[in-house]
């Protein structure tokens, strides 16, 4: 009977609707020896609290408690927080204004008041199922405690703390039994994770290291213009030389863009007196889109395998170093795009699979050690009946004994017939009779000499 789980089918139907949100002593043996008691609340789920006082004054029986326990598991408490959540998260996506900004306060209040009922409830930390001790109550006691702190404190530069209030709509995910099960699978993956993660990671930074080396500084080529001989310029000289070819308005550009070119067969090709030099200007994509450094290749690498608009990349390093290098851009989508992500992504559905299944495993064997108590117990049941009914006809027996209306009723009859060795003709009978009185009659008759002795 985990925290959280719904009450086994078996038990649903059986169970009493006035012990609905009402402490009742644990029946699980896997709890027997800690301090804990459950509550079952009108939905038919499973709450579980500890047995120890919540804030070394609100022992399991007192009254403030028992409250705070009963609007936490009524399921109309859960259908306001949600519903709180929601239109909390509405608000934030509408343009602030002082009216929008004063209801931060209420909804502040509403979650301290959410918190302040799961302490009373359960506890602070110190013992197991208090408040602290589910880590989905982190992010509830970080978000409340970052809204006080913006509400009381003026931040100035720290005002980005503000942004942290949208980590209020992950709450949801602590109320919703679907949603916990979900991210449970996903965290739960992390750890069947990790050997393709490994080789994921070493396979980006093979591919980081090839892109460093084929195409570092091959993004920067540019057509530009040929140095000129009529003396505008002065005399060509390195340091003119070097001056003229910086200067961005001897790019040539089309609509505000300077073209790559590349100076390898197949290549973009310049126009007549421009040459494509390499290493001046910024990078495409505003100088984010590169192989110069290994933190940039690798962030390439992986754009690939993501397939994030991969083609504007595939179409820049072809028209600067040619189509043969589209063997680069084959090997990363079909090894990492269609191989390693689709690897990724059946571990996650696997995990989540193997964790459903095993939620249905556990609540099988929960069911079936339920019905073998159930059966052991009417068994047991039926031999105690049995027992009760043989032993009350057997009191019915006796009272109804029928006596003989002659004067000797016959209680024991014992017959033997005794061949002596050497003696097949002589035959003995014994009988005896037993007389209600307590007489008793004792025959022999011997077959010697046609003589009866009595």
């Known amino acids: 009977m985990e925290q959280g789980v719904p009450l086994p089918v078996r038990l649903q139907s059986g169970y009493p609707p006035e012990l609905a949100a009402t402490p009742i002593e644990d029946i699980d043996s896997y709890y027997h020896n800690q301090r804990t008691f459950v509550v079952i609340s009108k939905g038919k789920d499973i709450f579980r609290f500890s047995a120890t006082d919540a804030l070394w004054i609100l022992d399991p029986f007192n009254p403030i408690r028992r409250v705070a326990i009963y609007i936490l598991v009524h399921p109309l408490f859960s259908l306001f927080i949600i519903t709180t959540i929601l239109v909390n998260c509405i608000l934030m996506i509408m343009p602030t204004t002082p009216t929008i900004e004063s209801t931060e306060v209420i909804f502040t209040g509403i979650y301290t008041f959410e918190s302040a009922v799961k302490v009373m409830a359960r506890g602070f930390i ?166 110069d450094t290994f933190g940039w290749a690798f962030l390439s690498a992986f754009r690939l395998m993501t397939q994030d608009y991969w083609e504007n990349l595939y179409q820049l390093v072809l028209r600067s170093a040619g189509p043969w290098h589209m063997l680069f851009f084959i090997v990363i989508i079909f090894l990492g795009s269609f191989y390693l992500v689709n690897l990724i992504l059946a571990i996650v559905a696997m995990s989540y699979d193997e964790l459903q299944k095993k939620a249905e495993e556990e609540e099988a064997a929960e069911e079936e050690a339920i019905r073998e108590a159930e059966e052991a117990a009417l068994a047991k049941e039926n031999k105690n009946a049995a027992a009760a009914a043989a032993a009350a006809a057997a009191a019915a027996g006796v009272e109804n004994v029928v006596k003989s209306p002659s004067d000797f009723s016959c209680h024991s009859y014992e017959l033997f017939v005794g061949q002596e060795k050497g003696n097949d003709d002589n035959n003995k009978e014994k009988m005896s009779i037993k007389s209600e009185g307590g007489d008793s009659i004792s025959e022999h008759r011997g077959r010697t000499n046609g003589k009866v002795r009595k």
């Open 126 to 291: 110190l013992q197991p199922f208090t408040y602290l001790r589910d880590a989905w109550n982190w992010l509830d006691f970080v978000v409340i405690a970052l809204a006080y702190v913006t509400m009381g404190i003026d931040l100035g530069n720290l005002a980005a703390l503000r942004t942290f209030r949208v980590l209020r709509a992950l709450k949801t995910v602590a109320i919703v039994p679907g949603l916990k099960t979900i991210v449970g699978a996903v965290i739960e993956s992390v750890k069947n994770l990790r050997d393709v993660i490994i080789l994921t990671m070493f396979s980006l930074s093979v591919f980081a290291l090839l892109g460093l080396q084929i195409y570092m500084g091959v993004l920067t080529q540019k057509c530009i213009k040929n140095f000129p001989n009529d003396g505008s310029w002065g005399n060509l000289s390195d340091e003119n030389w070097h001056a003229f070819v910086s200067n961005n308005t001897n790019w040539y550009s089309e609509n505000g863009d300077y073209i790559l070119c590349g100076n390898s067969s197949g290549a973009g090709q310049c126009k007549p007196g421009y040459t494509c030099l390499q290493g001046y200007g910024k990078n495409p994509n505003y100088g984010y889109t590169s192989f």
